[in-house]
Structures are given as C-alpha cells and as structure tokens.
C-alpha cells in the first residue's frame, strides 16, 4: 500500500504561482508513475501532468505547470506559474505501480484546494 498527502494549496492572484507538494510513504520502492489530478465541483476529475520515464502534461497547464519528483520516489511536486481562474480546482496526487498517463490510478491523496482570484 502507497500513502499519498497533499500541501501547498490556498489562494492566488491570477498571474501568480504556487507550489504543491505530494508526500509519499509505504511501498514507495513499488510506485511507477505519479500524476496531478484536479476537480471543480460537478465537473469530472481532469488530467493535469504525469512522471514516470518522463513527464506528461495536460494542453492546459503546458508551459506554466512543472511536475518534479525525487529519485526515491517520496516526493512530488507540481510547480504551478501563470496562474489562472480557470485553474480554481481541487487538486490530488497519484501513483500507481505500472505505467499511466490520464487513465486510472491506484493510489490517491485526499486533495489540496487551489483558488486563482481575478
């Protein structure tokens, strides 16, 4: 089992950043691939960026989101710039032991609220 916990979220003007964290602890030797998800109320759970061999990022955060993570697999961090409105949302962390991109994960976070105001 993977444990995920989530931090950094809050509030932002638009154009500016922030930075999430995701902390890992378990079977972190058996985590492949780590991603960013994020949710608006009413609205399904988006792709935001994946690790695994290398990164992946959704055509909306392209350019002004970084996905990172330590070679010990333990932490995760999503560095967000540019920040927009739109990118208002409840953000989660994710792993899975195989290969992902977008699709469904075995281990997920319990979230981080992020608010752009305009």
């Known amino acids: 089992q993977v444990q995920l916990v989530e931090s950094g979220g809050g509030l932002v003007q638009t154009g500016g950043s922030l930075r999430l964290s995701c902390a890992a602890s378990?079977?972190?030797?058996?985590?492949?691939?780590m991603g960013w998800f994020r949710q608006l109320p009413g609205k399904e759970r988006e792709f935001v960026a994946s690790?695994?061999?290398?990164?992946y990022y959704a055509e909306s955060v392209k350019g002004r989101f970084t996905i990172s993570r330590d070679n010990a697999k333990t932490t995760m961090s999503l560095q967000m710039n540019s920040l927009k409105p739109e990118d208002t949302a409840v953000y989660y962390c994710?792993?899975?032991?195989?290969?992902?991109?977008?699709?469904?994960?075995?281990?997920w976070g319990q979230g981080t609220q992020v608010t752009v105001s305009s």
């Open positions: 994710a792993a899975d032991r195989q290969f992902r991109i977008s699709n469904e994960y075995e281990y």
């Open positions: 378990g079977r972190t030797d058996s985590i492949y691939t």
């Open positions: 690790i695994s061999f290398r990164t």
